[in-house]
């Protein structure tokens, strides 16, 4: 049986769902609230086209929904793919089509950053806008681009 990484929050959410999971800022998040939000952007990743062992790049500053996405795309049985919040456009592009990213995980100002390079990353077909630091299964734009 394989087992990943959101097996784990699964787990965490059965053994002890009130117990305090994640803090962030002023944001306190059980584990069975984690769980909620990690399920849902699963759902909503699979709706959005993602597949099995499809890779979703993770674009965010460290925040509730940069772990929400890494749990939910491991939960959509994707293969997350970190992308340092530091590096430039380019750098950004390099690895999206390096590593075929189907999808992206991201926040509106770093979309508009990268608004003109996205077309050129043949393999990208949705993305997936996070605000606020939150990151849940209403968050899937699903905004196709091809």
């Known amino acids: 049986m394989d087992f990943l ?13 009130n117990k305090e999971a994640l803090v ?9 609230e984690v769980g909620q939000r990690t399920a849902g952007l699963a759902i909503g990743l699979r709706a959005a086209g993602m597949r099995r ?26 293969v997350y793919v970190p992308i340092n919040a ?17 999808g992206l995980v991201t926040t509106p100002a770093r979309i508009n950053a990268l608004a003109e390079v996205l077309p050129q990353i ?9 605000g606020g630091g939150r990151c849940s299964g209403a968050a899937v734009a699903g905004v196709p681009l091809r």
């Open 53 to 78: 062992g499809e890779r979703v790049g993770i674009y965010l500053d460290a925040s509730v929904a940069q772990v929400i996405s890494i749990f939910g795309i491991s939960q959509g049985e994707g």
């Open 5 to 17: 990484i959101w097996h784990l929050l699964r787990n965490s959410v059965r053994r002890t769902p």
């Open 86 to 102: 530091l590096l430039h456009v380019e750098q950004v592009m390099h690895i999206a089509r390096d590593c075929g990213m189907k």
């Open 24 to 32: 962030h800022g002023d944001q306190r998040l059980s584990f069975h």
């Open 122 to 130: 043949p393999s990208l077909e949705f993305l997936v806008v996070a």
